[in-house]
């Protein structure tokens, strides 16, 4: 796109950049007169790295609310509602984490070795609690901070903070997705501590504790998380007439997975894998905000069919375009179909490239073995009516939400790897994939498509 005329050309910038010290680098490895072991070094270098995490949170909190809420604020860039909805509930965030550092810190001796943290983590980690809020409205508020961006002050406004050295080049939506990306991480830095944490030393009975509090906080967030993102897409869809209303779709509480996919004449649509029926929709623009108005029936993920197509199997079709194409227009393809009363129906969809084909074939298998477990259908008896949970919203590698799936998730996995806002489901990170759709008669169907 051509640069906007408000938009001033980027200077090169002096980008701020965090130290990266070491517990070796900052203390004398040698306590008193007595080198330490490696076990014990590699222990407090862990437990270093907590401590200098919660104090970069911190700062990057402090710093999202002072260079870009306060001032947004004041300037009447955005109105005081808007900025909420897009800031949640972060400003409650800082004390909580100023508390854990501070904690950390009057637990360090003067030597700067720390003895004991499990009972610290075992008293705190209740206090994340609070992340279900935040997390939870993750979604809305970058569909809602992707809207803003169209406002030529406010994408100004960002444009010049990306380029301000305070930034690390990083963007508004990076440090909104801060806290999700530290929630993740606390059950690795904690597991790293116990690694090397001797078996009888006394941390250890808490170092456990706190690693099994951690991952339940982190699983009920998520499951939160991707009900929130899964309610906030369904309210977007727009049905054209009252047929194409499904109860499959209002009683789903899960979204696997979505996104953008380009059908043979080279439309985009955007497909929703729901826990239990795929909706295939067009994004259109309501006053000025992005809805979905579906595009073909429904389709029961228990009825669907799914099939891996080999590249050069799918022709492309509709326009003269098609008939001069060249082979990369007909790779990374698949076809999913479902009879309809006495009809067969058809869907050729093209993935962007061959790892989001696969996440989509992945989350299709995962949904439709869920769905033939529960109804019986694979020949053997369960005992489990649940569905089986989609990825983790709160994953760094999060195909959807735009997360939350991503979106801490995340969250659901938001297929779109190359969202320009926010690393890897964020919770919200949107494939760009291509779809090809095509109807076809029972005679002209393949040796039927692969099941599970």
């Given at each position: ?230 309610r906030f897409y369904k309210e977007r869809l727009l049905y054209l007439e009252g047929s194409q209303r499904d109860l499959l779709i209002d009683s789903s509480r899960i979204l696997s997975c979505h996104g953008e996919l380009k059908n043979n004449r080279g439309a985009k649509l955007h497909v929703f894998l729901f826990q239990d029926v795929l909706v295939i929709t067009r994004a259109i623009t309501h006053n000025e905000q992005l809805y979905y108005q579906l595009y073909r029936q429904p389709i029961p993920v228990r ?76 020949g053997v008896e369960t005992s489990s009516s649940d569905p089986e949970p989609p990825p983790s919203l709160l994953s760094p590698l999060s195909p959807t939400t735009p997360p939350l799936s991503g979106p801490l998730a995340p969250q659901p996995k938001s297929m779109d790897h190359c969202d320009s ?32």
């Amino acid at each position: 796109m051509p640069p906007r005329p408000w938009t001033r050309p980027a200077p090169p910038a002096n980008t701020k950049r965090r130290d990266s010290k070491l517990w070796s680098e900052t203390f004398d490895v040698r306590l008193g007169h007595q080198m330490l072991s490696s076990k014990e070094i590699n222990r407090q270098e862990a437990i270093f790295e907590l401590s200098r995490g919660e104090k970069d949170l911190v700062e990057d909190l402090k710093l999202a609310k002072k260079a870009y809420h306060d001032p947004m604020l004041k300037l009447s860039i955005m109105t005081e509602h808007e900025l909420n909805q897009i800031f949640g509930t972060l400003e409650s965030l800082i004390p909580l984490h100023e508390d854990l550092l501070s904690r950390l810190r009057e637990a360090r001796k003067p030597d700067g070795s720390t003895e004991h943290v499990g009972h610290i983590l075992v008293d705190w980690l209740p206090c994340l609690d609070s992340y279900n809020s935040y997390c939870s409205n993750q979604v809305a508020a970058k569909a809602l901070l992707d809207h803003k961006k169209q406002d030529h002050r406010v994408h100004d406004f960002l444009q010049r903070c990306l380029e301000s050295p305070f930034s690390r080049k990083l963007d508004l939506w990076n440090f909104l997705d801060i806290p999700r990306s530290r929630l993740v991480k606390y059950p690795l830095l904690l597991r790293e501590i116990l690694k090397h944490t001797p078996n009888d030393h006394p941390d250890r009975q808490h170092l456990d504790e706190a690693i099994n509090m951690i991952q339940s906080i982190v699983a009920e967030i998520n499951t939160q998380t991707g009900e929130s993102e899964c309610r906030f897409y369904k309210e977007r869809l727009l049905y054209l007439e009252g047929s194409q209303r499904d109860l499959l779709i209002d009683s789903s509480r899960i979204l696997s997975c979505h996104g953008e996919l380009k059908n043979n004449r080279g439309a985009k649509l955007h497909v929703f894998l729901f826990q239990d029926v795929l909706v295939i929709t067009r994004a259109i623009t309501h006053n000025e905000q992005l809805y979905y108005q579906l595009y073909r029936q429904p389709i029961p993920v228990r009825e669907l069919q799914w099939e891996d197509l080999q590249d050069g199997v799918i022709r492309l079709g509709g326009s003269i375009r098609g008939a001069f194409s060249n082979n990369e227009r007909t790779k990374n393809f698949f076809r999913v179909s479902f009879h309809s009363s006495s009809q067969f129906h058809s869907h050729s969809f093209q993935a962007s490239d061959a790892f989001n084909k696969q996440q989509w074939l992945n989350c299709i298998r995962q949904a439709k073995g869920a769905a033939e477990s529960v109804m019986g259908v694979v020949g053997v008896e369960t005992s489990s009516s649940d569905p089986e949970p989609p990825p983790s919203l709160l994953s760094p590698l999060s195909p959807t939400t735009p997360p939350l799936s991503g979106p801490l998730a995340p969250q659901p996995k938001s297929m779109d790897h190359c969202d320009s806002d926010s690393s890897v489901d964020s919770p919200g990170c949107s494939m760009d994939m291509d779809t090809s759709e095509a109807l076809a008669s029972p005679t002209g169907c393949p040796d039927g498509p692969n099941r599970l």
